[in-house]
């Protein structure tokens, strides 16, 4: 079955110092991996997303993933927060393969709240 | 270019009342779907439409009830409101294709079920 964890609830971390938030995912195909982030009382705005190629993707605000193929990690990395990033932030996954691949259908992990502190 | 609209942003509902989140894109996506986002759970899929006159239910479709009678339009239907329905609800659009392209999310509607 297609699964997302994000094994952190919360990550603190301080102002300038470098961020991770890790996501592992579970497909039967290749796998479509993106990551979000919220902010109170908004929607979902895309960051980010592997689809093919170079591991490193690059997305909005300075961030990047890093994609692991073996350790099917797909970790959201900052190397300087800032206090604004301080949100709601979540993993998803589309499968390639199979009877849902070419429906949109997004599995999300629970999501990881990240404090960042002045 | 407005993306995605729902309406309302809040609603409070007495058990047992129905109503209609609204939900309209105009982007031409193929592709729509609604989320209910609860805390701890992430976002979990209530019903989807791959095109126009097509709907499927996805992870929590009971007490909801969905239609697609045009591309740009994909209302949720709550039949009879009961309080587990509590939720922040998410409406979202994207193309159909092999799932390279980013989806596209609606502000929310936050419902009180009382």
């Known amino acids: 079955a297609q699964s997302v964890a994000q094994p952190e609830d919360q990550v603190n971390v301080a102002e300038g110092n470098p961020l991770t938030v890790k996501c592992t995912y579970s497909?039967?195909?290749?796998?479509?991996l993106f990551w979000y982030v919220q902010y109170p009382n908004r929607g979902l705005q895309f960051l980010l997303k592997?689809?093919?190629?170079?591991?490193l993707v690059k997305g909005s605000y300075g961030f990047e993933a890093e994609f692991n193929k073996s350790q099917t990690s797909f970790h959201l990395k900052k190397p300087s927060a800032l206090v604004s990033d301080s949100a709601l932030y979540f993993c998803?996954?589309?499968?390639?393969?199979?009877?849902?691949?070419?429906?949109?259908?997004?599995?999300f992990g629970q999501g990881t709240t990240l404090q960042v502190k002045p | 270019n407005a993306g995605v609209t729902q309406t309302p942003k809040f609603q409070v509902l007495k058990t047992g009342q129905s109503m209609t989140l609204q939900c309209a894109q105009d982007?031409?996506?193929?592709?729509m779907s609604w989320y209910r986002q609860d805390p701890g759970m992430g976002l979990r899929l209530i019903h989807y439409?791959?095109?126009?006159?097509?709907?499927d239910q996805g992870e929590v479709p009971n007490g909801y009830n969905v239609s697609r009678s045009t591309t740009e339009d994909f209302p949720l239907r709550l039949l009879s409101a009961a309080p587990s329905q509590t939720s922040v609800y998410f409406c979202?659009?994207?193309?159909?294709?092999?799932?390279?392209?980013?989806?596209?999310f609606g502000q929310g509607t936050r419902l009180t079920v009382v």
């Open positions: 592997y689809i093919t190629g170079d591991n």
């Open positions: 439409s791959v095109g126009a006159g097509i709907t």
């Open positions: 982007m031409n996506h193929e592709y």
């Open positions: 998803a996954v589309r499968d390639t393969y199979g009877p849902s691949s070419n429906t949109g259908k997004l599995i």
């Open positions: 979202a659009s994207s193309y159909r294709d092999r799932g390279s392209t980013e989806a596209f």
């Open positions: 497909v039967s195909g290749n796998p479509y």
